[in-house]
Nanobody
Framework: QVQLVESGGGLVQAGGSLRLSCAASGLTFGSYTMGWHRQAPGKERELVAA???????YYADSVKGRFTISRDNAKNTVYLQMNSLKPEDTAVYYC???????????????WGQGTQVTVSS
């Protein structure tokens, strides 16, 4: 059974930092593209960052220069380092795994339950 478990969310003041982690199990982690998505209240879910099975990364324009995605295949974990946080970054953050070799994946096969990030002004 595949599981993606996010952690590291919380409440932070604007300008602060958080590091999200997503621990994967039940899949061959190194074979998957990993993505971090977020959904704010009343808004559609959006892709924030993705990392290929290799070293290719993608960032939404809204987070470029502030967020960094990385992965540790030995630990089956993907990270999202979030710096210079803004109130508009407030959302539930989800990690997801995609087996497709397409870049960027349009569909993800597995999703975590999400972790809340709240940035106060």
């Amino acid at each position: 059974q595949v599981q993606l478990v996010e952690s590291g969310g919380g409440l932070v003041q604007a300008g602060g930092s958080l590091r999200l982690s997503c621990a994967a199990s039940g899949l061959t982690f190194g074979s998957y593209t990993m993505g971090w998505h977020r959904q704010a209240p009343g808004k559609e879910r959006e892709l924030v960052a993705a990392i290929s099975r290799g070293v290719i990364t993608y960032y939404a324009d809204s987070v470029k220069g502030r967020f960094t995605i990385s992965r540790d295949n030995a630990k089956n974990t993907v990270y999202l380092q979030m710096n210079s946080l803004k109130p508009e970054d407030t959302a539930v953050y989800y990690c997801a795994a995609a087996i497709t070799t397409r870049w960027l994946p349009k569909l993800y096969d597995y999703w975590g339950q999400g972790t809340q990030v709240t940035v106060s002004s």
